[in-house]
């Protein structure tokens, strides 16, 4: 029956599902298996014995009829319960039984094959691929126990081959031994060595001295150091040079035997290891902080300081600014930390609670201070040190203007007043608030409105807001048919609550413009492609951290009038003081402190002064020539010679010092990224042996140079390149608008 066909085709999906999930845990544990041992045959076994165990557990082939109809009954309302009459024959059903399965069998053959199997397949997923992070990690921390590969890629012991052929009875000079002792700083802590191995690490400022003997007479042994050549002095049987690791670099030996035969080694790095400045950080302190004149003024410094080889010395420089303008004083002092400092440790806590008081600063005074750090690097130690922090005392007192009585005053009021005065002012409304009747309470209260407003459209200024009528969050659009006065002017309703200068004196404000509908600008082609310096959002006038601080002042602003306009002072003088202390880090965080310096003007000769000679005085003409050189000259010219090589051209002496000049080209930006470079200048440093002088070896060499060498610098003018459809479209913008 074709109702049985579709619950079986059903139990069979369920069990490819559970099977399915079964292979994915044997994936994992094969994963982990071969990651943790790198072990092909072990990840195999590993898949093996999962699959086993996952199969055991899930059991797909025990998948029952009666589990198959119990999940399809539940979750297909269309079998009505009933979907276990498809499994019974039907000699052994009622008529009723029968035609109730006909019926299910028809529903079914429409959902049944659109039912999904119970699965985990997600969990499993996540299974097996945590197992194989698992594998992952054992396999990243068992190779720092791992013993290292003793094998290194360069040889382990200086080796001269001959540059040229040498006679087969000819006795030939044979390196003995070798030792190349390193001295590394005394600051740094680590011990001397000596070794054999020509490939040299050591710290910045290290003495390095290479003592060779040989068996055989030597004429002379030389150094070849970056293109710079260095005799080795004889004493005591053998050669000896010492030298002082100032910057990495390769080198190689070279000598020559009494017949006049030379040889030559491989070229071996020196790496020299930076001594690092001290790193100082300065945890849980705000780079601003403010303090009123009558509360607690102590700031906790506490520092954490490291160096690589050991701190000599730490401590906090302190400069007090009393003043302003061009009466301002700077006073510098050095504060130590607490306690005593341990020089030569690599890391130090250090603390210290900084007293303004102490430092005897008064209201107003401003204190920029941060912790310098040396290290124990010799001669000359790394100094470092911390950002700028910065502290304030509040001021307490200003200096308003007055005048005598008997001169005239100008009544013009303050249009711009300072947000520390609308705070000064908004209290008093609210002390005096009492003593006020309702009418003169409401007037004062809108008239600090208006002052807020004034003040909020200033700062626009600086964001871009150039006209003061943009639409407040929440302002209601006017009507259209509002009475309009005897010249054609709308009514303003509120024209005797509001402030008088909010009419005939807003020019003295902010400049108005005339804005325009968005209907009746023209949508920029080449709006996303610019940079639009008119955008208040994009202006570059302050960085964006300073932009959303105004922007959030800007904001509180709107909330402070807002409550002064429904004569509800007291809600708005806490959005006041925030504008206020966003204001005032808006100020600080664009100070710029630098240190004071004399100056000593050059002495003016009196018998000159205001003469207005000026015959001695010609004018100065300078020309100058540039000369275009190519980069990498000399490895150019190599790769051209290289090809004539190669085409059967004997080697030259010519030859070998142009090898020799593009070696040393090459070597400058060897120091920077050895393992680029280190291939071709062993390749070319092979080429003054004469077994290397085969065609296999000069297209080696050719090939490994073309691969390190930059492209060349072109000539101006129209090159053709790939040019795309989105290009393309943005250049023909931009004729359309030239």
């Known amino acids: 029956m074709m109702g049985d066909k579709r619950l079986n085709d059903f139990k ?3 069990q490819l599902v559970q099977y399915t999930e079964c292979v994915l845990y044997a ?40 589990q198959t109809v119990a999940y399809v009954d539940a979750h297909v309302p269309e079998a009505g319960y009933s979907s276990a009459l498809l499994l019974m024959p039907p000699s052994e059903l009622s008529n009723l039984s029968k035609l109730q399965r006909y019926r299910v069998s028809t529903q079914l053959d429409a959902v049944i094959a659109k039912l999904k199997p119970p699965h985990q ?13 698992i594998g992952m990690a054992v396999q990243f921390m068992l190779k720092d126990f791992q013993p290292k590969d003793l094998t290194p890629s360069t040889p382990q012991s200086i080796q001269f081959t001959p540059l040229d052929s040498v006679e087969t009875n000819a006795e030939i000079p044979k390196l003995s031994s ?17 070794t054999e191995n020509p490939n040299i690490r050591a710290v910045t400022g290290s003495a390095i001295t290479w003592r060779l003997e040989f068996d055989g007479e030597v004429a002379n042994v030389r150094m070849d150091r970056m293109g710079e050549i260095f005799t080795l002095g004889q004493k005591n049987g053998g050669f000896i040079l010492s030298q002082t690791l100032e910057a990495s670099g390769f080198y190689s030996f ?36 403010y303090f009123e004149f009558d509360e607690v003024k102590q700031l906790p410094v506490n520092t954490k300081v490291s160096d690589d080889f050991g701190i000599n010395d730490a401590y906090i420089v302190a400069t007090v600014s009393k003043g302003s303008g061009e009466s301002v004083k700077f006073r510098e002092e050095t ?115 208006f002052d807020q407003k004034s003040l909020r459209l200033k700062y626009g200024q600086f964001m871009g807001d150039e006209t003061e009528l943009q639409a407040a969050p929440g302002q209601v659009s006017s009507v259209e048919n509002e009475p309009e006065g005897e010249e054609g002017e709308e009514k303003d309703v509120l024209d005797g609550y509001s402030h008088k ?91 710029i402190y630098v240190h004071r310096i004399g100056f000593d003007p050059p002495p003016i000769k009196e018998e000159k002064r205001l003469t207005g000679n000026i015959e001695p005085i010609t004018n100065f003409d300078k020309k100058q020539e540039f000369e275009y050189q190519m980069s990498f000259a000399s490895s150019r010219k190599t790769v051209s010679r290289l090809e004539q090589l190669i085409q059967g051209f004997n080697f030259t002496e010519m ?22 470079y280190l291939k071709v200048l062993q390749g070319l440093r092979d080429l003054d042996k004469s077994v290397n002088r085969t065609k296999e070896h000069y297209a080696t060499v050719q090939k490994n140079l073309l691969l390190v060498l930059p492209q060349v610098e072109n000539n101006p003018g129209k090159v053709e390149a790939y040019e795309d459809e989105i290009n393309r479209l943005f250049i023909n913008e931009l004729g359309k608008n030239d």
Not at 46 to 62: D, N, R
Not at 122 to 131: D, N
Not at 385 to 398: H, K, L, N, P, W
Not at 545 to 568: F, N, T, V
């Open 12 to 14: 069979r999906r369920w």
């Open 27 to 66: 994936v994992g544990v094969a994963g982990l298996a071969y990651l943790a041992s790198q072990n092909f045959f072990l990840g195999i076994l590993g898949f093996a014995l999962g699959m086993a165990v996952a199969v055991l557990i899930f059991k797909p082939w025990k998948l029952s009829s009666e």
């Open 121 to 133: 397949l997600p969990m499993a997923a996540m299974v097996m691929f945590g197992l194989i992070m």
């Open 178 to 194: 070798t030792k190349i002792t390193i001295d590394q700083p005394d600051y740094t802590g680590i011990p001397n060595i000596s």
């Open 254 to 289: 070279s000598f020559e035997d009494k017949n006049g035969n030379k040889f030559v080694t491989d070229l071996y790095s020196m790496e020299a290891i930076i001594d690092e400045a001290p790193l100082v950080e300065i945890d849980g302190l705000d780079q601003y902080s």
């Open 335 to 449: 504060v130590r930390f607490d306690g005593t400092l341990s020089k030569g440790k690599k890391q130090l806590q250090l603390k210290r609670l900084l007293d303004l008081d102490k430092l005897k600063m008064d209201p107003g005074d401003e204190l920029y201070f941060y912790v310098e750090a040396k290290d124990n690097k010799i001669p000359t130690p790394n100094i470092s040190r911390s950002e700028t922090y910065f502290a304030v005392i509040r001021d307490t007192v200003t200096d308003d203007f007055a005048v005598e009585s008997t001169l005239g005053v100008d009544q013009m009021p303050d249009y711009f007043r300072s947000q520390r005065q609308l705070i000064i002012d908004t209290e008093k409304l609210i002390k005096d608030q009492p003593n006020l009747s309702e009418k003169d309470f409401k007037f004062k209260s809108n008239e600090l409105g």
């Open 501 to 591: 200068h909010d009419s005939d004196n807003e020019h003295n404000l902010v400049e108005e413009h005339e804005e325009h509908g968005e209907e009746d600008e023209e949508e920029d082609p080449l709006h996303d492609y610019l940079h639009n310096h008119e955008d208040p959002e994009e202006s570059t006038l302050f960085e964006k951290s300073l932009k959303a601080k105004l922007r959030d002042a800007l904001s509180i602003m709107w909330d402070a009038e807002l409550y002064l306009r429904l004569y509800q002072p007291e809600k708005s003088l806490p959005y006041q003081y925030q504008a206020l202390k966003i204001i005032q880090e808006i100020k600080n965080s664009a100070r």
């Open 655 to 676: 030859d070998r010092v142009l090898f020799q000049d593009a070696g040393n080209e090459l070597a400058k930006k060897a120091v920077v990224e050895p393992l680029k």
